[in-house]
Each structure stands twice: as C-alpha cells, then as structure tokens.
C-alpha cells in the first residue's frame, strides 16, 4: 500500500484495529467519505461516497447528494468490523462529516482549521494553536486537538446542532480575525492565497454543508504512511514533528490519547460574547 515504505495492505487492516477503540467512538453516527487506493501510494486513486453495493452489516446513512444528483448511500462506521472491511477496501483515508446522522444538515462539530501555507510549517501552526487552546478556555468550550496529518492543526469542538452554517462560519472567522490582530506576521484569514504565503491561514470555509475533514487516527496518504494525531495541549508546548505520528509509531502511542467528550451539549453563546459579537445569535 506504500511500496518506497514497505506498508502492506494487512499492515493497514492491523493499524485500524489497533486504534479502533480509540477511533470508532470519535467517527461513530458520522457519515464518512473515503479515499480509496486500490494500487497502493503514490497510485491513482478516486474518492467513493456512494455505496451501493456492501456487506449486509455495513450500516449506510442517506445523504442528498448535489454532485452526484441523487442520495448517496455513506458508509457509516460504529464498529471494528466495519473499520476493518474499510480498510480492506484500500480505503487509505478516513474523511468524517462535521454532522450525525440523521441530521446531516445541522452541525454539531465547530472545526477551526490551522493551514500553514509555505514557507510556514508545522511548527507555526504549534505556536499557533496554543493561542487557539487559551481562546477556547477562555470562551470555557470543550475541544479536541489534533494534527491534520500533514502540517496543519485542527480544533474539533462539539456544539449543539442548532446553529447555521453561517454563524457557525462568523465564529471561526472571529477567532481568526482575533489571532490575525495578535500576530499579524503569522496569521492571515484572507480568501487571497496571495496573502497567505508564509502564514497560517485560518480556513473557516471549511465548516461548510457535507465538507468533510479527516478523522481522528485517519491514515493519509502521504509519504511515511502519517496519521492524523490527537494532542493534549502540553504537547503543543513540546518540540514534536508532525512526521513523528505515522502509522509504524501510532499503536505504541494510544496511552497518551487524552480522553474526548464528544457530546453535543455547548453553545457558542458566551463564546460570541468573548469575541465581543452576540448579532449573529440575536
């Protein structure tokens, strides 16, 4: 599955039940997009969302889909044995919705989205995200952290599914515009790639209806065979890589996995107010 590496595709099925305890209860009732690499990395590959055809105990949530003009069918994954059959099918990538089913159209995951462009990297988005973790204490909401699997961070922050996808959009894009203002140098939330380049760029428009994100523990496609990692905020003060998280290292590294609450039961209430802006929930 990585031939420069040497990963085989029972490497592959062995890392996702290695971490599926720790990943099934992050991804369960999402439906997930998949990146399937049936010749391995690097190889062609073509992202399935439709499932017309799989075992009778693969559980699928209806999904309208625009692109496709019809419902698609979405794997949904609750259980190791369907991780695995996953796995099986050279899905590489696990890609989440930031929604459960079966209201897919409500969000009950905020993702704040760290993307360093060069000749920023990793270690800007570190710097970065420790700013982001003392906002989201301040604003008193529960988050996980986790890198993107590349050089990114992300912050997944549960919410109660009641808010548009433009609020939802205006928070992110709050905080941005807050750490652009405490370092202008190394932030920007500018739609303009142009002004983007050696910064970290805040994505808001990445919460947006059936976008997806990968999920925690998700493989990547990429040299090394890396793993999107989740991170307890000391370790955003440590001299960490974002290469040191891969599939070879990861199933060693599960005890430290700080545990996550996922429940859908906060507010962006008071988190508006922090940010001085309570119109858009008015």
């Known amino acids: ?162 808010y548009p996808i433009e609020v939802i959009r205006r928070f992110v894009l709050l905080l941005g515009v807050l750490l652009e203002q405490l370092a202008p140098k190394m932030v920007s939330t500018s739609r303009n790639k142009g002004q983007r380049a050696g910064k970290v760029y805040v994505d808001y428009f990445q919460n947006g209806l059936q976008k997806t994100i990968a999920a925690p523990f998700s493989l990547r496609p990429e040299p090394g065979a890396p793993v999107s990692f989740p991170l307890s905020p000391k370790d955003l003060k440590r001299n960490i890589q974002a290469e040191e998280f891969n599939l070879r290292t990861v199933p060693s590294l599960l005890k430290r996995v700080p545990p996550f609450d996922t429940s859908p039961n906060q507010g962006l209430e008071q988190a508006f107010g922090e940010l001085g802006d309570k119109s858009r929930l008015a």
């Open 1 to 162: 599955m990585w031939r420069k590496e040497g990963i085989t595709k029972s490497d592959v099925i062995q890392y996702y039940l290695s971490v599926a305890p720790k990943m099934i209860p992050l991804i369960r009732n999402r439906p997930l997009m998949l990146n399937r690499y049936p010749h391995g990395v690097p190889g062609k590959s073509f992202v399935q969302k439709d499932w017309p055809h799989h075992p009778d105990w693969v559980r699928t949530a209806p999904v309208r889909s625009e692109s496709l003009n019809k419902t698609a069918r979405h794997v949904v994954c609750d259980d190791k044995a369907t991780l695995v059959w996953l796995a099986n099918m050279a899905c590489i990538e696990i890609n989440q919705f930031l929604a459960s089913t079966p209201n897919v159209e409500s969000h009950d995951m905020v993702l704040v989205d760290l993307d360093p462009h060069p000749p920023a990297g990793f270690q800007d988005s570190l710097e970065i995200a420790e700013t982001v973790h003392a906002a989201l204490d301040q604003m008193k909401l529960r988050y996980m952290i986790k890198t993107s699997g590349s050089e990114g961070i992300h912050f997944l922050i549960p919410i109660i599914p009641q």
